[in-house]
């Protein structure tokens, strides 16, 4: 079944994409990078991804996805060894943009498969299990770098990830008769600018949203990990604690197709905001390790249904045979966090420190839930 073998393929890159991030902190602390250099490490994973993701998503509405998940894969798979092979802080400001790059073309075309393999009654169920797949990645990921970092080193934690990613290409070619060649796909004479689908309220709420989720997420990402090392914990405690977060975001999303049938997807969403802001507050204040794993896990509560309702939200809004377009301008804006938000906030944290960092995302929160209490008001007109 198509949406099965989409699924899988999901769950298991997930881990090495998600562990990947997490290596990428831990690797360049141990090389001497401070907050402002960790920041701009994942401004340049972001930067060639911002620039080029819409483009895949029209390849992709052009001519279908197959392409994509081949080129994903083996781009993902091959640029994982490069940190490994040539260990130094300038081949791993090399790396980060093509690992970035690689990785974003297969997401693109995954989850516009698990939109257009879907009906609109599956879609949300479907939209829910694909972030199970990003929040199994979230647990297993930074665990796993964890162990294998404290046991082996950060190259052999590369090596790991890599072999993961090829492990995903072997698998999509045995399988790619599941994929459909040319699913959603629409010709190029009917086709209309990006400033088109930008116009459309739905989807412009939807860019937003995800924005503010992902400003939350690269925070949590990048300076989580700079704060418990900063408290003297090891790479191990620090994988669970990051880990916390995954679990937390796992399990929330099991109760997406429940609660947005009861409430609405705004309603989720701007609930899911309160609680991150209450958890981004606490942080500062938190030094035993146990605790922060349990803020870890709040915030994962609270981040963990932002990106597949905004993910849905946005593939529901584009026009028939833009779906993949619509879905690459939500991962513009995603990468465009990674571009602008670690340097900007890494400056912040180099000159007063990583709490006002935490705090500014709080407020960020706060404002992304009054955003989403307005999509209440419109959900229950349309009801």
Same mark, same amino acid.
């Given at each position: 079944?198509?949406?099965?073998? #989409? @699924? ?14 997490? +290596? ?18 994942f401004a340049a994973y972001g930067l060639i991804p911002f620039l080029f993701v819409v483009s895949a998503g029209r390849l992709a509405d052009r001519f279908g996805n197959r392409v994509l998940m081949y080129a994903g894969f083996t781009g993902f798979a091959c640029t994982l060894t490069l940190p490994a092979l040539f260990p130094s802080l300038t081949m791993l400001f090399v790396a980060s943009p ?8 297969? /997401?693109?075309?995954?989850?516009? +498969? ?16 694909? !972030? ?38 072997? #698998? ?27 116009? @459309? ?8 949203? &995800? ?9 949590? &990402? ?8 900063? +408290?003297? @914990?090891?790479?191990?405690? /620090? ?7 995954? !679990? ?6 099991? +109760? ?30 938190? #030094? ?63 000159? #007063? ?31």
């Amino acid at each position: 079944m198509a949406i099965a073998l #989409v @699924l899988l393929l999901s769950a298991v890159t997930f881990v090495s994409l998600k562990g990947g991030r997490v +290596l990428m902190t831990l690797y360049a602390i141990e090389l001497g990078a401070g907050p402002l250099a960790t920041g701009l490490l994942f401004a340049a994973y972001g930067l060639i991804p911002f620039l080029f993701v819409v483009s895949a998503g029209r390849l992709a509405d052009r001519f279908g996805n197959r392409v994509l998940m081949y080129a994903g894969f083996t781009g993902f798979a091959c640029t994982l060894t490069l940190p490994a092979l040539f260990p130094s802080l300038t081949m791993l400001f090399v790396a980060s943009p093509l690992i970035g790059f690689t990785s974003m073309i297969f /997401i693109v075309a995954l989850q516009n +498969l698990v939109g257009v393999l879907s009906s609109p009654a599956t879609r949300t169920r479907n939209y829910s299990y694909y !972030a199970l797949t990003d929040s199994t990645g979230n647990v297993a990921g930074p665990v796993l770098v964890g162990f294998v970092i404290d046991g082996f080193g950060h190259g052999s934690a590369y090596y790991t990830l890599a072999a993961i990613a090829a492990a995903c290409l072997a #698998v999509f070619h045995f399988g790619r008769s599941e994929i459909p060649a040319r699913s959603g796909v629409v010709e190029e004479a009917k086709r209309g600018s990006m400033a088109d689908l930008l116009r @459309l309220p739905a989807l412009r709420n939807a860019l937003i949203t &995800n924005g503010i989720v992902m400003t939350g997420i690269d925070l949590y &990402n990048v300076y989580m990990p700079l704060y418990a090392r900063g +408290l003297g @914990l090891s790479a191990s405690e /620090i994988g669970l604690i990051v880990g916390a977060f995954g !679990a937390a975001g796992f399990l929330v999303r099991l +109760l997406i197709p429940p609660i947005t049938r009861r409430w609405g997807e705004h309603a989720m969403i701007a609930g899911a905001f309160v609680i991150a802001c209450g958890a981004y507050v606490a942080i500062p204040f938190t #030094v035993n390790p146990w605790l922060l794993g349990a803020a870890s896990f709040v915030v994962g509560l609270g981040m963990g249904c932002g990106q597949p309702l905004s993910m849905l939200l946005s593939f529901n809004a584009a026009p028939p045979g833009r779906s993949a377009e619509a879905i690459a301008m939500r991962m513009a804006v995603s990468y465009g966090a990674h571009v602008v938000i670690p340097p900007v906030f890494g400056a912040l944290g180099a000159v #007063v420190g990583l709490a006002p960092v935490f705090w500014t995302c709080a407020a960020l929160m706060s404002g992304g839930a009054v955003l989403n209490r307005k999509g209440i008001s419109r959900e229950r007109r349309e009801s």
